[in-house]
């Protein structure tokens, strides 16, 4: 007797014969005035009730696909890529950059909110504040006094993550008004914000850091002694070892022209002490988040223009 799936009926496959023309047909024409709210499994079912058996589910979807009717009926939503921040400073006052965090109170669940303003180029912290609550009308007050301490000198751009309070329509409202360009960090991409997340780290891995803080006026007075150390004492290691109010108000050159003095003093009296000329560290021309790729850099990697 002869076997397999091409014996039977002329050589035709079992898959072929389970679904001619005629169920095709009337499997269609059955479920075309109700295809939009019907699903096959449940066609089947009700014709199943009726004492009637066409196909089973998955050769109804099959059907279903070669006459184009499976798709997604419910509107898509369409995300378009974000675009990537790309900001340079050559200067103070050029990029400032946002961001708060918060600091632990004294009892779990009660937290401080720390805002703070730097600017990439000099590091420098050009105002702080600490509030009980995150809102939108705060972070509008505290850009304005961050301004205003800035002796009335606003940056071209501000840059921040994309919190409630630094996407609100207060805080772009005020931008707008002292035309100054806001951007935005990435949906879920913290290193577009890497100035500020760098700050609250140098901030929270003090040595002094407490942890936790018994009143919201304690962490006032924390961070009031904290930014000004850093300000003013700390030699940052992304300023060439200068302190960031120095950069910012501009005194960092000649304190820089003082260090190679020194070091050219030393090396003329103790010659044998150096194997060559010592040097002081030198400030960087530039500060950036997300370089911008230039003429230059594509010169020297080929492969970025066809990125």
Known sequence: MASGPGAASGGQSRRTRCRPASVRSCWLSWIAPGLPTRLPGKVWAVLIDEGVYLASVSTMYRLLREAGQVRERRAQAAH????????????PNEIWSWDITKLAGPQRGVYYHLYVMIDIFSRCAVH??????????????????????????????????????????????????????????????????????????????????PGTFGSLQDARAFCGVFF????????????????????????????????????????????????????????????WINKPVTDSDITQHPSLEAA
């Open 80 to 91: 378009p890529a974000r675009t990537k921040p790309e900001l340079i400073a050559t200067g």
């Open 128 to 209: 702080f504040e600490v509030h009980a609550t995150e809102l939108g009308e705060l972070a509008k007050d505290f850009i304005t006094e961050a301004v205003r301490l800035n002796g009335g000198t606003a940056p071209h751009a501000i840059h921040a993550d994309r919190g409630t309070s630094m996407t609100s329509k207060t805080v772009s409202a005020l931008l707008s008004d002292l035309a100054i360009l806001k951007s935005h960090s990435r949906p879920k991409v913290s290193n577009d914000n890497p100035y500020s997340e760098a700050q609250f780290k140098t901030l929270k891995y003090c040595p002094a850091f």
């Open 228 to 287: 000004t150390y850093y300000n003013h004492e700390h030699r940052h290691s992304g300023i060439a070892l200068h302190t960031p109010y120095s950069v910012h108000i501009g005194t960092a050159p000649a304190i820089q022209d003082k260090r190679q003095a020194v070091l050219n003093a030393a090396s003329a009296a103790n010659p044998r002490r150096f194997t060559r000329r010592p040097k002081a560290p030198e400030m960087p021309a530039a500060a």
